[in-house]
């Protein structure tokens, strides 16, 4: 009777031990495409850096440039280079406003459908928005919600003839890479880090 006793003793104490040894364990499960989805959908705003080598083949040494990155949901998203030179894009639903050297171009996104898949890939990830990414690439994920690796491909023949592959990294809803790989050889690739994430409540006057 007295072993009986023990051991339901034992059992008990194992349960919450168990228990936690699940929580502890939980950010290494596998992550997949729908989880990757709904955990950069949690963040709604951003603000980062970036750093980006471009390596072209007959060159010694990388294209460098640096600047920063905003993203706002649903669907704006803006790139100011601030070296070598000053320039930036912004996308705000299907217009693109370029501005480099003191003049500003606007132009429909889909007049041009190679920048249209690179900027889709993005404003798709930093949303969480399957249905954009899978409009233009297959996409595969793996890692786990702590440490994560999206490898995307383009569907279409005409933007496949340029871009070979999208492999973007990230930790929870943050990017931390973005390295495009060009059929011909040449990459880029882009460190981002982020520096703040503006709060969506309105302010007091």
Known sequence: MRTEVRSARRVTLL???FALLLAACAPAW???LPGLAALLGQRRNAEARFVEERFVAGLDQPLRSSGTLSFTAPDRFARTTLEPRLESM???GNTVTLKRGGRTRQMSLDTVPEATALVEAL???LSG???TLQKFYTARVDGNATRWK???TPLAQRIGTQVRQLDIEGQGPDLKTVEVLLTGGDRSLMSIETVA????KPTRP
């Not at 994430?197 to 969506?200: A, C, E, F, R, T």
């Open 90 to 92: 912004s996308v705000e």
């Open 150 to 152: 999206l490898t995307l």
């Open 30 to 32: 596998a992550l997949d």
């Open 15 to 17: 349960v919450p031990l």
């Open 129 to 131: 928005d399957l249905a």
């Open 123 to 125: 404003r798709g990830t």
């Open 197 to 200: 994430v503006p709060s969506s």
